[in-house]
């Protein structure tokens, strides 16, 4: 039994390091690869993620019994409401207008990933879906920051179409350390972390399905759309 917060998500992490392969969308965009429609595709299917985001971590706030818990978890509400108002900037500068951010058809692969955090807002105790939430954090700061370079290098996208991606490359030491203060709570409070790593995988993984099913979009950029 980990005897600390930091020392569970240590531990996850080394055991999910690498295991669901690799993420093939963001190299394209760091190279100048993909078709500009797949970025325009990345905001249309964020403008679904990020509201849906913003309700389940109210759900988890509400649902965690722990003060430290409720404070995190209102943070990451937070940031789902700072960025909605950055995507339709991403999404023009890629050609995307209003009408067809709205017309555009989410592909399955790209909203499995939101589809599970809804259900951990249902069903996991709010300082294991914390664990799930902090792992995540370093390789999708990582992301964001690897496709706001190669929009600027390659696409000639401004300031404003790369913000949402300067958001979340923008490193957040506080915000980690409430999902640790999260996670130690609920250790403290006798919480079964039995799960943590079955979740961790499952979101991980929808993760990399987002970006991959991006991946095979730009392979065929006539199924965009």
Do not use: K
């Not at 190279?31 to 985001?53: C, Q």
């Not at 879906?129 to 995540?136: D, K, Q, R």
């Not at 496709?147 to 490359?169: K, P, Q, S, T, V």
Request: glycine share 8%.
């Amino acid at each position: 039994m980990a005897h600390s917060a930091q020392d569970l998500l240590d531990r996850i992490r080394r055991e999910v390091a690498d295991e669901h392969g690799v993420n093939r969308f963001v190299p394209l965009v760091a190279e100048g690869r993909a078709p500009v429609a797949t970025i325009g595709a990345l905001a249309a299917e964020e403008s679904r993620i990020a509201p849906g985001d913003w309700r389940s971590f109210l759900t988890l706030a509400a649902r965690a019994d722990q003060p430290a818990g409720r404070v995190f978890f209102t943070g990451l509400a937070q940031g789902e409401s700072l960025v909605l108002p950055l995507l339709p900037p991403l999404a023009a500068a890629a050609g995307f207008d209003e009408a067809a951010v709205r017309a555009y058809r989410p592909e399955p692969g790209c909203q499995a990933y939101a589809a599970y955090v809804a259900w951990l807002a249902l069903n996991a105790d709010a300082a294991v879906a914390a664990v799930a939430m902090l792992t995540n954090f370093a390789a999708f700061g990582e992301y964001c920051a690897a496709i706001a370079r190669g929009l600027r290098a390659h696409y000639g996208f401004e300031d404003e179409a790369c913000a949402f991606f300067d958001f979340f490359a923008t490193p957040a030491p506080e915000l980690e350390q409430q999902g640790l203060a999260a996670v130690q709570a609920g250790l403290d409070a006798g919480v079964s972390f039995d799960r943590a790593l079955e979740y961790v995988r499952l979101l991980q993984g929808y993760e990399l399905m987002f970006w991959n099913t991006l991946a095979d979009s730009a392979a065929d950029p006539a199924q965009v759309g």
